[in-house]
């Protein structure tokens, strides 16, 4: 079906359709009702990258978000999306939620669907990227709060994140040094080999440092999702009575973990110690406040958007930076020593 079928189905040039996909006023509204009726019939969907390939010089900048309803990623989008107005140019926003597989092959579609001068990518599972990955794309492209695991074609893309490894197992040592041993540890997604996997990773590292042995039934999955979050540790606490810590990557888990604490009629800080990730405001005025990793979020965005535009405007090269963290120390941890 195209915009030739929707002409001749609704009696009218395929102008007239033209004018109509693009809202023109020198329609008759009974004609417009017509195209319009046939349209809505036959599920056409207008292809919006043809009349973008018109444009003779688009000036979007891409932001492609591996969980468009993480709180963490919402409050990146805002700074970047005004620093790219600022900029003068348009930012479009796409979700990249539903594909597990095939970043790279979605930048490529992204960018070249919409003429985009630059792409910023928000989360996402770049594992196997090498030379070959970014070599047929002359945009920037800058990966944030991304961990790529090959050190293949790093000149032809850009990352801005945090050490997760090295964060979590200084979050996992907080709490071992505080005397906890049975620490659960809830990741995002399952499916998750980036921010999850590089985490999960610095947990263990912590364990083993500190010779306490892992234990698998004690990982959980949150999904990013508080309730998710409360419903996984309500039934694990049934089952764990030796828990005495969990350690979530996301504040929005630890607060559904929290909640769950107090509805298994337990105390949080007390019989239950919680640490999260991100440093979002909600982990503060949660009471008790909740311990937690504070990621740099505003300078985050700031580097990502000033990276893109120095590549952009010829003054600047691919770079890869890693920010500091900070763990921020509330009254969701118990001291085990006291």
Known sequence: MNIRDIAKMSG?????????LNNHPDVKESTRERVLSIIRESNYVPNNSARILKQNNTKNIGVL???VFNPFFSEL????????????YTMILQQNDYVLEHEVENIISFVKEKRLQGIICLGGNFTDLDEESFKNLDVP???????????????RYSTVGINNLQSSYDATEYLIKKGH???AFMIGEENDFCVSWWRYKGYIKALKDNGIELNDNNLLVGDYDTNKAYEVTINFLKERKDITAIFAISDFMAIGVAKA????GLVVGRDISIIGFDGMDVSCFYNPGITTIKQPKEEMAIKSVEILFDLLKGTG????????????ERESCADLYK
């Open 12 to 20: 009218v040039g395929v102008s007239t359709v033209s004018r109509v």
């Open 65 to 67: 978000v591996k969980g």
């Open 77 to 88: 989008i805002n700074v970047i999306g005004s620093k790219i107005n600022e900029s003068k």
């Open 141 to 155: 492209v800058v990966l944030t709060s991304v961990n790529t695991i090959s050190p293949l074609g790093r000149n």
């Open 181 to 183: 041993k049975n620490i």
């Open 261 to 264: 604490v107090i509805d298994s």
């Open 317 to 328: 090269e691919n770079k890869h930076i890693l920010l500091d963290t900070e763990l921020i």
